[in-house]
């Protein structure tokens, strides 16, 4: 894990038999914010000029919502090139701070916000085989759920 001001690039490695995998995880703890999904998430997918990762997580907002997006990704060896689709996973993390209790002040009721759903994106890392690859290897596919 490589640890920078208020965000982490972290390493997932996985061990399947005498095969391995690996997923790169890029957190960053949040700016800006939008009041609609969309401006949420579009702070987090503006994190893939930054580093390339499998995941990219972002906090700040208190939302919890995700996104996936397909990309090529480019191998090179031997003297060539091959290309192969790759699944990227964005999410805006969760919160756990509940904004309105009666009798309590909270910044999100003073600036009128809409309450959010509490706790976090779950991840789920499932072990595949790679049928496209003549060598017996496999990789790990992401999903998540809110």
């Known amino acids: ?48 000029d930054i580093v390339e990762a499998d995941i990219y997580l972002q906090g700040h907002d208190h939302k919890k919502s995700v996104a996936m997006k397909s990309k090529l990704k480019v191998a090179r060896g031997n003297g060539s090139i091959t290309l192969s689709k790759k699944k990227v996973l964005m999410g805006r993390t969760g919160s756990f701070l509940l904004g309105y209790v009666d009798g309590q002040p909270s910044y999100v009721a003073r600036a009128m916000m809409a309450p959010t759903d509490l706790g976090t994106l779950k991840l789920i890392f499932t072990a595949k085989r790679d049928k496209r690859n003549r060598a017996d290897s496999f990789y790990i596919d992401i999903h998540s759920s809110l």
């Open 1 to 48: 894990m490589q640890v920078f001001s208020g965000s982490a690039v972290i390493g997932l490695n996985f061990q399947y038999g005498r095969k391995s995998a690996s997923l790169i995880i890029y957190a960053h703890h949040g700016r800006g914010a939008s009041r609609l999904v969309g401006g949420s998430l579009n702070s987090v997918q503006q994190m893939m």
